[in-house]
Nanobody, 112 residues
Framework: QVHLVESGGGLVQPGGSLRLSCTASGSMFNTMGWYRQAPEKERELVAT????????YYIDSVKGRFTISRDNAKNTLYLQMNSLKPEDTAVYYC???????WGQGTQVTVSS
């Protein structure tokens, strides 16, 4: 059993930045991802990263603003979020892609 625990969410003004972290209780999975779910919307993929960190994927709406990274020695996944917009408001989850493991989520609210 692997536990994923997110942290780093909060309230930020538009244009601000946050860095989310997701720490695994054991080794992280090969492909890790960040997902988000806004109120009354379905959960959506935000970004993924390969085991080496060399291959990343981003949805169009966050390209150039968000950066996914990982530190395998620390069993930690990150999401650096810059130039935040109100539409980025959501609960953000980390996930071992193609596994059943999800974190509990961390709330990100972008508002003035």
């Amino acid at each position: 059993q692997v536990h994923l625990v997110e942290s780093g969410g909060g309230l930020v003004q538009p244009g601000g930045s946050l860095r989310l972290s997701c720490t695994a209780s054991g080794s992280m999975f090969n492909t890790m991802g960040w997902y988000r779910q806004a109120p009354e919307k379905e959960r959506e993929l935000v970004a993924t990263i390969s085991s080496s960190g060399m291959t990343n994927y981003y949805i169009d709406s966050v390209k150039g603003r968000f950066t996914i990274s990982r530190d395998n020695a620390k069993n930690t996944l990150y999401l650096q979020m810059n130039s935040l917009k109100p539409e980025d408001t959501a609960v953000y989850y980390c996930h071992g892609v193609n596994t059943r493991y999800w974190g509990q989520g961390t709330q990100v609210t972008v508002s003035s």
